[in-house]
Nanobody, 126 residues
Framework: QVQLVESGGGLAQTGVSLRLSCAAS????????MGWFRQAPGKEREFVAC???????YYADSVKGRFTISRDNAKNTVYLQMNSLKPEDTAVYYC????????????????????WGQGTQVTVSS
């Protein structure tokens, strides 16, 4: 069982940066694949980025080159560095986790993850 707690959201202006954190409780954090998703008002939840247990990363086209996902296994934490923020990045951001017997398989769908945080709001004003 893993519990996830996001932090770092807030109000930002276009072009600035924010860093989201997701702290995980439980054992064997390093073995989990971690993902970030977001949901804007009136829209479906969408994939943002993921990082595999081995460190491989993958991004949605909409954030590629602006966002960076990373993990610190010693701190049981995954991060999402968001640069050059745009108003369309406004959403509730969720951290998610899953284990997998396949260390190199990417998971980009919400229903592929087993554990979720409560979400943190990011609002980008123009």
């Amino acid at each position: 069982q893993v519990q996830l707690v996001e932090s770092g959201g807030g109000l930002a202006q276009t072009g600035v940066s924010l860093r989201l954190s997701c702290a995980a409780s439980g054992r064997a954090f390093s073995s989990y694949h971690m993902g970030w998703f977001r949901q804007a008002p009136g829209k479906e939840r969408e994939f943002v980025a993921c990082i595999l247990s081995g460190g491989t990363t993958y991004y949605a086209d909409s954030v590629k080159g602006r966002f960076t996902i990373s993990r610190d296994n010693a701190k049981n934490t995954v991060y999402l560095q968001m640069n050059s923020l745009k108003p369309e990045d406004t959403a509730v951001y969720y951290c998610a986790a899953r284990t997998s017997p396949f260390p190199n398989v990417l998971y980009t769908k919400g229903n592929e993850y087993d554990y979720w945080g409560q979400g943190t709001q990011v609002t980008v004003s123009s």
